[in-house]
């Protein structure tokens, strides 16, 4: 394939290696640019390779033929070329942006050294090198405070106790994964932190971290109290990497602004997963952005008629303890609005809960925490979005046999 024709994409994580696969099995192969110096892996699965309960070679994906380790650090669209760190240029027909996201660092007094690196003890969660560097931190005993509470920092702070840290969680907002899951279900998941020792503060916001020749040694909250700490782990979101992409001028608002056909601004350059943004969305979830790595492929290896209309997208975590494990799964509206139908059922012993919400008689959202098993006929009948079967009570969508 000529660098005329060729197509190259940025970025080797889940969006970038699932689009350079498929076009490849479709005869179009594709040059993946990716700066990691690990094998592309599976991000999804950082935590459990935190917890100790994956090594970093059980998450590595499926390798394309054509990959190349470089940094691109800028975007010729005139001449159709990259430019790299290491001085070479890679020449594009069609250029995929799958650059993803960077971890929102917070703006913390001393949180960075007067050279803008983050002090000794102090942790982003975002790539496979931050989480071996965290593993190597880590020791019985330590005392570790994870800032989030969301999806991510949930995750972090179960991995952490279960390498036998002690653990506190502070979040900022009233509950923990308030963007995903009902109050009910955001209080199971605090029961079961618990249980594994986290200490866990909500409507708690830290505002200082404290070092001691480089080292943190503390963080401040903003009543004042002080919370000791030999390790601090930032987990308060993402943001996409959009940087290319505004230095060559593209459409840039949340995301990479992108149609149907996953095009951005420059109908030579097209942008998958975290970073790009389509009809408003920035979803930063793994099913969306494989979704649409698949759709781009089939319209890049020939399919005029391959589109992608949009994702409607399951939240779902499981947290591994000492016990059995703990299973959640989130997906559409999980709050009713005047006049929805909601049905609960709920398990204070076995810790297990289930709920859904319906609105003229469709699935509209649901929350299920514990026993996953209507979770597959739940999501298909949400995602389908038809009227659901009359003659039986709403009861029925939350029993695994389709209930009495």
């Known amino acids: 394939m000529t660098s005329n024709t060729r197509v190259v994409v940025i970025g080797a994580g889940l969006a970038g290696v699932r689009l350079a696969r498929r076009l490849g099995e479709l005869g179009t192969p594709a040059l993946l640019v990716g700066e990691e110096e690990h094998r592309p892996y599976n991000r999804v699965l950082l935590a459990e390779v935190l917890a100790g309960r994956y090594g970093p070679e059980v998450i590595a994906l499926p390798a394309p033929g054509g990959l190349v380790r470089t940094r691109v650090t800028g975007i010729d669209r005139a001449a159709r070329r990259l430019r790299c760190a290491d ?9 995929v942006l799958a650059t993803g996201s960077n971890p929102v660092l917070p703006p913390l007094r001393g949180l960075f050294t007067p050279d803008r690196r983050l002090p ?20 019985l005993g330590a005392r570790a405070v994870v800032v989030g509470g969301g999806l991510l920092g949930v995750s972090a702070a179960r991995a952490l106790a279960v390498r ?33 020792g986290v200490e866990v503060h909500t409507e708690c916001r830290v505002r200082d971290v404290r070092c001691v020749a480089g ?21 308060c979101g993402v943001r996409p990497r959009t940087g290319l992409a505004e230095q060559a001028g593209l459409a840039v608002r949340k995301g ?13 350059i097209h942008a998958v997963g975290d970073c790009a943004q389509h009809d408003g969305t920035v979803y930063g979830l793994a099913a969306p952005a494989l979704e ?8 890049l290896a020939g399919d005029p008629a391959a589109r992608y209309t949009g994702t409607r997208s399951l939240t779902r975590l499981t947290l591994t303890g000492p016990d059995a494990p703990f299973d959640l799964a989130a997906f559409g509206e999980t709050e009713p609005l005047p006049g929805d139908d909601v049905v609960q059922l709920a398990d204070a012993t076995r810790g297990t ?36 079967p009359g003659g039986g009570p709403l009861l029925h969508l939350l029993t695994n046999d389709g209930g009495s």
């Not at 003890?121 to 071996?132: E, K, W, Y």
């Not at 649409?292 to 319209?299: F, G, H, S, T, V």
């Open 87 to 95: 001085g070479s240029l890679i020449s594009y027909g069609t250029l």
């Open 120 to 139: 000794e003890g102090v942790h982003a969660f975002r790539t496979l090198d931050d989480c071996l560097g965290l593993s190597r931190a880590v020791r």
């Open 164 to 196: 036998g840290a002690q653990v506190v969680l502070a979040q900022q907002a009233e509950r923990l994964m308030e963007r995903q899951l009902d109050p009910n279900a955001s209080r199971l998941v605090l029961r079961h932190l618990r249980d594994l």
């Open 215 to 235: 080292a943190v040694r503390s963080v401040e909250l903003a009543d004042g109290y002080a919370l000791d700490a030999d390790l601090v782990v930032l987990a």
């Open 256 to 268: 990479v602004v992108v149609d149907d056909e996953l095009r951005t601004s420059d109908p030579r």
């Open 292 to 299: 649409q790595a698949e759709a781009l492929a089939a319209l």
């Open 353 to 388: 809960y289930r709920k859904v919400v319906v609105r003229d008689d469709r699935l509209v959202g649901g929350v299920l925490v514990g026993e996953l098993g209507t979770v597959g006929a739940l999501a298909r009948a949400w995602e389908g979005a038809e009227p659901l």
